[in-house]
C-alpha cells in the first residue's frame, strides 16, 4: 500500500491530461527547465508502490519538458499493465499518460490511438461520468481540434460536457440537501439572514444543475420561504410556498404527507396576513392527510393541528377547535414530552378557549399546566410562559378573586391595569 502522503500526491494528479493546445504544440525547448527535477526511483518498494512511484516520476518528467524520458517510462509501465488484471484502473491510466505525452509533442495519430484504446477501458472501470472518461472525452476532443476536424471535437467536447456536468449535478444535489438542513437549522436557531444565504445557494445550485420542479428543489422554495416570512418578505414567501405546493402535488399526490407540511406552511404565512378563511380550508386539508396517512398519529403532525385548532377558535368554531386541540395534546405526550413545548403551547390555547366559553375555573387550570410545561421545558419559549401567566392572573381576576390576581401580577412581574 502506498504511504499517506504518495496518496494523497496521486490523488492530487488523477489522470495526468494533456497541455493545452498552444503548449502541446510547442518544443519542448519551450518548456520549464528541467534542471529541478531529479527523480530517482527507490530500489526497495514494493511492486505496486514501484508502478505508482514511476506514474508520478513520469508525471514530473513530463512536466519539466523532459519528454523523452516521460515516454520511456509511461511505455514501461504501459508494457508492465499488460500483465494485470482485466479490472485494474491503473492500465487505462497508463494508457492515457502515454497518449498525453505524444499529443504534448504534436504525434497526434499516435495519442489518439491509445485514448481510444483507454477509453472504453475508463467507461467499464470507471463508469460514463468518471473524471478519468470525462478527461480523455476531453483530449480526443483536443487532438481532433488540433487537426482541423471542428464537427469530431465538438462530439467529443459534448460527451466530455455531459459526463462532468452529471457528475457536478450529483455534487450539487448532495450540497444543496446539506445547505437546505443547514438552513432549516439556523431558521430553528433564530439565524434568519444567514438560514435564507444558505437555501438560496441551495436553491441556485438546484436551479442551474437539477431538472425543473424537483421535489428537492420544492424543499429549497419550502425552507426559503419560511425564511421569508420570518423576515417580513410575505408576498415573495406566499409565492414560494404556492410552486413548492404544485411541485409536490404533482410529484407525491394531494395526498402524500409532505404535501400536507407545505400545505401547513402556506396556511399560517396566509393565518398571519388575515386570509382565515383559505387557511382554515388548508389547515382542514393538511390535518386530514396525517389523520389518513398515520391514525396512531406522527411527531410532524403536531404542528399542524396546533396550528388548526387556533384558526378553528379564532373562526369561533368552538367544539371543532377543542376537539383538535385535544387530539393534539394526546399526540404531543407521546412525541413531544421531553421538550414540552407544544404541550405549553396546546394549554394555553385551551385556557384561552375556555375563557372565550366563560369557564374562568377551567381557564385557570389549563394556563397553569401551560406554565409548569414552560417551566420544565428544555426548550422553553419564553412567549409560552409569558402567555400561561397573563392567562392565570386574568382567569383569577374573572373568578372573582383581585387580591389573589394582584398577588400573582407581582410574583410574575406584570402590571395589573
Not at 224 to 237: D, F, H, W
Not at 240 to 246: D, G, H, I, M, W
Not at 374 to 403: C, F, W, Y
Amino acid at each position: 500500500m502506498p504511504s499517506v502522503r504518495l496518496a494523497a500526491l496521486l490523488a492530487a494528479l488523477g489522470t495526468v491530461s494533456f497541455l493545452p493546445a498552444q503548449e502541446a504544440q510547442a518544443p519542448a525547448a519551450s518548456q520549464p527547465a528541467a534542471a529541478a527535477v531529479t527523480p530517482t526511483t527507490p530500489s526497495a518498494v514494493t511492486p505496486t508502490a514501484s508502478f505508482e512511484l514511476r506514474m508520478v516520476y513520469a508525471a514530473r518528467f513530463r512536466t519539466a519538458g523532459r519528454l523523452a524520458e516521460a515516454e520511456a517510462l509511461y511505455t514501461e509501465l504501459v508494457r508492465e499493465s499488460e500483465s494485470f488484471h482485466p479490472n485494474d484502473a491503473r492500465r487505462p491510466r497508463a494508457l492515457n499518460n502515454l497518449a498525453s505525452v505524444h499529443h504534448t509533442a504534436g504525434r497526434l495519430d499516435q495519442a489518439e490511438k491509445l485514448y481510444l484504446e483507454a477509453l472504453p477501458m475508463f467507461v467499464r472501470l470507471t463508469g460514463e461520468d468518471s473524471s478519468d472518461t470525462s478527461a480523455c472525452l476531453n483530449n480526443l476532443g483536443e487532438v481532433h481540434r488540433l487537426r482541423g476536424d471542428l464537427a469530431g471535437a465538438a462530439s467529443y467536447f459534448q460527451r466530455a460536457l455531459e459526463s462532468r456536468e452529471s457528475r457536478l449535478k450529483r455534487t450539487a444535489e448532495d450540497l444543496s440537501s446539506t445547505l437546505n438542513s443547514l438552513g432549516a437549522t439556523q431558521i430553528d436557531r433564530g439565524e434568519i439572514n444567514a438560514a435564507a444565504q444558505s437555501i438560496e445557494r441551495a436553491r441556485a445550485l438546484q436551479e442551474t444543475y437539477g431538472q425543473p420542479d424537483t421535489l428537492a428543489l420544492s424543499t429549497s422554495l419550502n425552507n426559503l420561504a419560511e425564511a421569508y416570512r420570518q423576515t417580513g418578505r410575505l408576498e415573495e414567501a406566499e409565492a414560494l410556498l404556492r410552486r413548492a405546493l404544485k411541485i409536490r402535488e404533482t410529484e407525491l399526490g394531494p395526498g402524500h404527507p409532505e404535501t400536507a407540511s407545505v400545505l401547513n406552511n402556506l396556511a399560517v404565512l396566509l393565518r398571519g396576513r388575515g386570509s382565515r378563511a383559505e387557511a382554515v380550508e388548508l389547515l382542514s386539508r393538511a390535518a386530514s392527510i396525517w389523520y389518513l396517512s398515520f391514525p396512531e398519529g406522527h411527531p410532524l403532525a403536531l404542528p399542524t393541528l396546533i396550528n388548526y385548532g387556533e384558526v378553528l377558535a379564532e373562526s369561533g368554531m368552538n367544539l371543532r377547535a377543542e376537539t383538535v386541540l385535544r387530539s393534539a395534546l394526546d399526540m404531543s405526550v407521546r412525541y413531544d414530552n421531553h421538550r414540552q413545548e407544544y404541550a405549553a403551547r396546546i394549554k394555553n390555547d385551551l385556557g384561552a378557549l375556555s375563557l372565550s366559553q366563560g369557564k374562568a375555573r377551567a381557564a385557570e387550570l389549563w394556563y397553569t399546566e401551560a406554565a409548569d410545561a414552560a417551566r420544565d421545558s428544555h426548550a422553553a419559549n419564553p412567549a409560552n410562559l409569558r402567555a400561561a401567566e397573563k392567562g392565570i392572573v386574568e382567569a383569577v381576576t374573572r373568578q372573582g378573586r383581585p387580591e389573589e390576581a394582584r398577588t400573582l401580577a407581582e410574583r410574575f412581574g406584570m402590571a395589573l391595569h
